[in-house]
């Protein structure tokens, strides 16, 4: 069975997701600082790494997005596999969810919440939680990473 640790990378801290595609559940998800992510990717009880990489579209760049790329290699290095990575576009996720280049986090948001049932369905309540339940922040991007990476795993 495959599980996937998905991370959306930033310059101090990651949302990160634990997903199971053949059964379609968060196992877990969050954000953490990235030195506490770097130390917990050894022992989170994934069989796939899927990060979000940083693309160039020929504008100037500053400081946070060269942190970002730093952090990217290191969670890279750290994991059990480094060459299986699976290094995922943002443009990537945008085509797979979406079918847009164009796509803002809110509608990748409303894209993933439909794919799982609906808000209602997906999110639950704390009584009868669904799937997506305690998704937040960083880690919506996280999670899509991930269903992203699923997809291409099947397709390839």
Known sequence: MTTILSIDPGTEESG????????GVVMGSGVKPNDIMLEEIRFMPASELAIEMVASYGMPVGREVFET??????????????????????????????????????NIRVALLDMFGGKEAAVGKKASPGP????????????????????QMTVK
């Open 132 to 151: 997506l339940y305690g998704v937040k922040s960083h880690a919506w991007a996280a999670l899509a990473v991930a269903v992203t990476a699923a997809h």
């Open 16 to 23: 990160w997701c634990l997903y199971h595609p053949e059964r």
């Open 69 to 106: 790329v730093r952090w990217i290699g290191r969670f890279q290095q750290i994991w059990r596999r480094p060459d299986e990575v699976r290094l995922v576009y943002r443009k990537d996720v945008k085509l797979h969810l979406c079918s847009s280049p164009r796509a803002k986090d809110a």
